[in-house]
């Protein structure tokens, strides 16, 4: 199934202007959902040739790194999140070639690139899956319980509900964490380690700059599986350690991927990294997770944009976020392809409802699709979307486009900003404000305007702010970014 490149990748490129050491640091990250963000064939799927045409936008946006959502061969039974070749594109999003084209398209506009990979599971499709000697070498089975194995091996429930077990017809049975097409690899076998390692050095060879790495908390299962309780695990996610996630044993696995991204960097002369989506039940423990010889980030999403970009670190965002999108939720049942809706919203896992935050992107036109490509959407656009366009919003001061882009301008050019300490200021209650090198932020949590002393001169905000000599009003749930003087000035 792996596809070949059409000509030969040239080495790497080396650092563009700007990416220089630590470069992740206070990068802002912008996530793109392949098949919902540009469709280049007219098939109604977004697709790496449709995300290639649209990188400039980006550029322009003021983002610094562009995060690919799995685009890997699948059958897509989870959204591209259930793989059976990780070398491979799926035809649905082009080929080798079309990545290949996207990474150099993004290093010419001094885009970085970071990708999806999925370490717990594969597709049930993959070929050590189907394969039944390598499958029981490489996943985890067991027999049953009761008196013919007809009861599953224990009490673990899939994230997306229903047991996490599915009985073969030989009898025996796997686990599967989320879908049933999606079997939890066996971490104990080195093939899967030596594996992982093999597909990490075939993207990082094609010039990516990173990885995401899915469910890292994931991969390592307590010895012996024991039984949680029956209910009690949608319970217990995120509030203590489970035998299926967090356990200790993942932290060798990180360690042993950044030294391989280390030294593939050291060897090429750039920088890549490894991001954690880890979930942890406090936060010393997802501190372990970022420990200097384990992975770079672990992200985190924040609804507050201007709060989140004044911060330090990094930032990610979500497609759409910068056009202000809302969740779509009358999506009709018949169209749902969230595997979660199916199994979750049945039978005590999650919702179900991500279909709603993968609605293609509106780019341009008074009707669907909104320039998002000549044959339609995947998942339907409401038929209210023409204000909320790129063309619609471009140039309009009172946009959110025109906030973000106004936001990450700053960003760049305030040099107290992104990487680097911080400081609380007293507010009143309701009010969070603190300093930055050059820049106060102040944000209004509580529904009614708040008066405040005018500490400078107003930079940005999310809602008109009136400044009356030394007083300023701030509106309710607002935010505003002030210049102030900076130490020894």
């Known amino acids: 199934m792996t596809q070949e490149l059409t000509s030969p990748s040239p080495a790497p490129q080396a650092p563009g202007p700007g990416r220089g050491p630590g470069w992740w640091r206070d990068a802002v990250i912008y996530q793109v959902y392949v ?39 699948s059958p897509q039974a989870d959204g591209g999140y259930d793989v059976a070749d990780y070398r491979a594109v799926d035809p649905l999003f082009g080929n080798l070639q079309d990545a290949d084209d996207l990474i150099r398209t993004a290093h010419d506009l001094d885009l970085r690139v970071i990708v999806d990979i999925v370490p717990n599971h594969t597709s049930d499709r993959h070929p050590w899956f189907r394969d039944p000697e390598l499958a029981r070498q490489r996943y985890v089975f067991r027999p049953g319980k009761g008196e013919d194995g007809e009861l599953p091996p224990n009490d673990w429930e899939s994230v997306f509900g ?30 899967v380690h030596a594996e992982f390692e ?5 993207w990082l060879d094609l010039g990516v700059d990173g990885f995401r790495v899915d469910v890292a908390h994931g991969m390592v299962k307590a010895s012996g599986l024991p039984d949680i309780g029956h209910g009690q695990q949608a319970k217990l996610i995120g509030n203590q350690v489970l035998p299926f996630f967090d356990q200790d044993g993942v932290h060798a696995i990180h360690r042993t991927w950044r030294r391989l991204l280390d030294g593939y960097g050291d060897t090429h002369g750039r920088q890549v990294i490894g991001v954690a989506e880890a979930w942890a039940p406090t936060a010393e423990r997802l501190a372990l997770y970022v420990r200097p010889d384990e992975l770079h980030q672990a992200f985190n999403f924040r609804a507050a944009t ?14 759409g976020e910068e056009l202000g999108l809302p969740e779509v939720t009358d999506l009709p049942d018949d169209v749902r392809q969230d595997p979660a809706f199916f199994r979750g919203s049945r039978a005590g896992g999650q919702d179900g409802f991500r279909d709603g935050c993968r609605v293609p992107l509106p780019w341009t036109g008074e009707a669907p ?25 471009t140039d ?11 936001a990450l301008g700053l960003r760049r050019r305030l040099p107290g900003l992104g990487d680097g300490g911080m400081s609380w200021q007293p507010a009143p209650d309701g009010v969070l404000a603190f300093t930055r090198p050059g820049l106060l932020c102040t944000v209004n949590t509580l529904p009614h305007d708040v008066e405040l002393p005018s500490p400078g001169t107003p930079l940005l905000s999310s809602a008109p702010v009136t400044v009356n000599g030394s007083v300023a009003v701030l509106p309710g749930d607002s935010c505003i970014w002030w210049a102030i003087p900076t130490a020894g000035r």
């Open 35 to 73: 098949r919902s963000f540009a469709d280049s064939d007219g098939d109604g799927v977004g697709d790496l040739r449709g995300a290639r045409e649209r990188l400039p936008y980006l550029r322009d946006l003021g983002v610094d790194a562009v995060w690919l959502t799995p685009f890997y061969a």
């Open 198 to 202: 093999a597909v990490m050095r075939f």
């Open 369 to 393: 699709p909104y320039g998002f490509g000549a044959g339609g959407s995947w998942l339907p656009q409401p038929a209210d979307w023409a204000p909320l366009t790129v063309d619609a919003q």
């Open 396 to 406: 309009d001061p009172d946009s959110t486009l025109e906030l973000y882009r106004t």
């Open 306 to 319: 201007l709060l989140m970009l004044a911060l330090p670190g990094s930032a990610y965002l979500y497609q």
């Open 162 to 191: 229903g047991p996490a077990w599915t009985r073969t017809d030989r009898g025996d049975w796997y686990l599967h964490l989320f879908a049933p097409e999606q079997p939890d690899l066996d971490w104990d076998n080195p093939d």
